[in-house]
């Protein structure tokens, strides 16, 4: 497979912030979102088999495992393989994904983070909006807000596509372009049953380390 780098550090999204996570980040991807900050991802990567990814993840000794990317999806086969071993293995797996791909075939014991990709992404035209027939209870669907009209359009999306209550709903806040406490107050105005994901581990070690 195509590895861009593994690394354990403090889950920093998701419902599993603050957890111990080892991040397996999987190379290139297919979209190219304007606030993209893991540029990095785009290159080819180092070549590792299924079985070198397991052996390095089994001495790290951390049991939530999050393969990420770029675009894990795009190594599609070996992906959905990688995914199957770890939960044989007894980890529980995240598995992050831009919403461009199929997510049908992925491992239903893993939990699917499915990334909405808003108009302020510049790649809302990409999405596979399929997916959103796959999403279980246990999943979570991330949608990173760059501004009020991502906002708007975000709170519509959940009411035309039936969203509520099917799983757990994350809005980000775009680093750079949204402050955070305007899109909490939007959410309290609204009263909108989402959780607001603030990218912990960059408030923790810093915008432009890699690696946490
Ligand atoms: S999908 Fe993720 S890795 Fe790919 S361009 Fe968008 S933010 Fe970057």
């Given at each position: 497979?195509?590895?861009?780098?593994?690394?354990?550090?403090?889950?920093?999204?998701?419902?599993?912030?603050?957890?111990?996570?080892?991040?397996?980040?999987?190379?290139?991807?297919?979209?190219?979102?304007?606030?993209?900050?893991?540029?990095?991802?785009?290159?080819?990567?180092?070549?590792?088999?299924?079985?070198?990814?397991?052996?390095?993840v089994k001495l790290v000794g951390?049991?939530?495992?999050?393969?990420?990317?770029?675009?894990?999806?795009?190594?599609?086969?070996?992906?959905?393989?990688?995914?199957?071993?770890?939960?044989?293995?007894?980890?529980?797996?995240?598995?992050?994904?831009?919403?461009?791909?199929?997510?049908?075939?992925?491992?239903?014991?893993?939990?699917?983070?499915?990334?909405?990709?808003?108009?302020?992404?510049?790649?809302?035209?990409?999405?596979?909006?399929?997916?959103?027939?796959?999403?279980?209870?246990?999943?979570?669907?991330?949608?990173?807000?760059?501004?009020?009209?991502?906002?708007?359009?975000?709170?519509?999306?959940?009411?035309?596509?039936?969203?509520?209550?099917?799983?757990?709903?994350?809005?980000?806040?775009?680093?750079?372009?949204?402050?955070?406490?305007?899109?909490?107050?939007?959410?309290?105005e609204d009263r909108l049953d989402?959780?607001?994901?603030?990218?912990?581990?960059?408030?923790?070690?810093?915008?432009?380390?890699?690696?946490?």
């Amino acid at each position: 497979m195509k590895v861009c780098e593994i690394f354990t550090s403090i889950q920093g999204e998701s419902s599993y912030a603050g957890v111990p996570c080892t991040f397996v980040r999987l190379a290139e991807c297919n979209l190219r979102c304007l606030y993209c900050d893991t540029q990095y991802s785009y290159a080819n990567g180092i070549e590792m088999s299924v079985e070198e990814i397991l052996n390095h993840v089994k001495l790290v000794g951390v049991n939530l495992v999050e393969i990420t990317g770029g675009e894990p999806l795009l190594q599609e086969a070996e992906t959905l393989q990688l995914i199957t071993s770890l939960l044989d293995d007894g980890y529980e797996v995240l598995l992050e994904t831009n919403g461009s791909l199929s997510i049908k075939d992925i491992d239903r014991r893993a939990v699917i983070i499915l990334d909405v990709k808003t108009p302020g992404s510049g790649m809302n035209s990409e999405m596979d909006l399929t997916n959103l027939g796959f999403i279980k209870p246990s999943d979570e669907i991330k949608f990173v807000i760059c501004s009020r009209e991502d906002y708007e359009w975000s709170r519509s999306f959940i009411a035309e596509n039936g969203l509520k209550g099917r799983c757990t709903i994350l809005f980000s806040p775009a680093l750079g372009m949204l402050q955070p406490v305007l899109l909490a107050r939007w959410i309290i105005e609204d009263r909108l049953d989402v959780r607001l994901n603030t990218q912990i581990h960059k408030y923790i070690f810093g915008t432009d380390e890699r690696m946490v």
